[in-house]
């Protein structure tokens, strides 16, 4: 059974710095990475990243947030530095299956900005 965990989400204010954790389990992944959901908004991606650590961010976060992975743990992260208010939203650990293919969610986790 595959399960993906979040922890690390919270409160902070304007330009603090947070880092969430996802470890998942029950299966091999190939990607990994984290998607934010705003209230009344799509959910966007915020980085991915590869087994082999090639990574991808989003516009919007770039120069602010680290993607990493531990492949032995099956864990990522994700550093966020320079927090802004229109950061705010539910961040949501994705993992994609190898075998057979298929893309999980994790249960999601708040972050908040104040300004």
């Known amino acids: 059974q595959v399960q993906l965990v979040e922890s690390g989400g919270g409160l902070v204010q304007a330009g603090g710095s947070l880092r969430l954790s996802c470890v998942a389990s029950g299966s091999i992944f190939s990607l990994m990475g984290w998607y934010r959901q705003a209230p009344g908004k799509q959910r966007d991606m915020v980085a991915v990243i590869t087994t082999g650590g090639t990574t991808n961010y989003a516009d919007s976060v770039k120069g602010r947030f680290t993607i990493s992975r531990d492949n032995a743990k099956n864990t990522v992260y994700l550093e966020m530095n320079s927090l802004k208010p229109e950061d705010t939203a539910v961040y949501y650990c994705?993992?994609?299956?190898?075998?057979?293919?298929?893309?999980?969610w994790g249960q999601g986790t708040q972050v908040t900005v104040s300004s």
């Open positions: 994705t993992a994609s299956r190898i075998l057979p293919p298929k893309n999980f």
